[in-house]
Every structure is written in structure tokens, then in C-alpha cells.
């Protein structure tokens, strides 16, 4: 059997070496409240490492992928799993929206994450 893990282990590595800082926000809807007629909101923050990555020409379509979408990939290790419409901060403060997730994952283990994301 092949061992996923040792894959996951470099490409944490890896992305540790050349990737930036970066922090994820998840919002998620709370309790209602009667009197304030709102929701409360939950964020959840996490913070670990990522690489951003251009799309080619060719893949940007206009509609799914827009000019300006960048892909990020980040490691899964230790991470819990991004959803679409979360925050990522970038290391120069800049914010962008995850649009899309692609988590690769030979035999069933989850090793990265690629996100679409855009400003």
C-alpha cells in the first residue's frame, strides 16, 4: 500500500518553505434572536501557510473563472476544511473569497486544497 502520508508530510513542507501566511475566516448563522430580529454570526479563524498561484489563459473561462481569480493551495494537515464564501487574508492584509475548492485526494486521503479565490 502507498503511504499518502509521507505525501501529505512534503507537501506541508513544501508549502511551509515558499508558501505566506495567511488566515482563513468562516462565518457561520447562529441562533435567532426574537428581540433584534437578527442572527447571531459566528467567525472561526484559522491561520496557517499558502501558496497563491495564477490561472492560465486558457483556463479562465469568463463565467466559472474570472480574470483576476488566482488559485490557492494550501496543506491539509492540521487544517479544518475551508468552505466556499470564506475569507482568506493574505499576508499583505489584502482579503480574498474562496470561490470554489478542489481538495486532491488520491485513494480518499485529502493531502491539499486547491481554491479558487478572487478579490
Known sequence: MFNYDRIAATALRLIAN????????SRAQGAY?????TYAVT????????????????EIDGT????????????VQGLT????????T???????TIKNI??????????IYICQVRR
Open 102 to 111: 478542489d481538495p486532491i485526494s488520491p485513494a480518499g486521503t485529502p493531502i
Open 33 to 37: 434572536t426574537a428581540s433584534t430580529s
Open 64 to 75: 466559472l473563472v474570472q480574470v483576476g481569480d488566482s488559485k490557492l493551495i494550501i496543506a
Open 43 to 58: 467567525e472561526t479563524t484559522q491561520t496557517t501557510r499558502g501558496v497563491i498561484d495564477q490561472y492560465k489563459a486558457r
Open 81 to 88: 476544511a475551508p468552505t466556499i464564501n470564506d475569507t482568506v
Open 90 to 96: 493574505l499576508a499583505d492584509s489584502s482579503k480574498l
Open 18 to 25: 515558499f508558501g505566506q501566511v495567511i488566515t482563513i475566516t
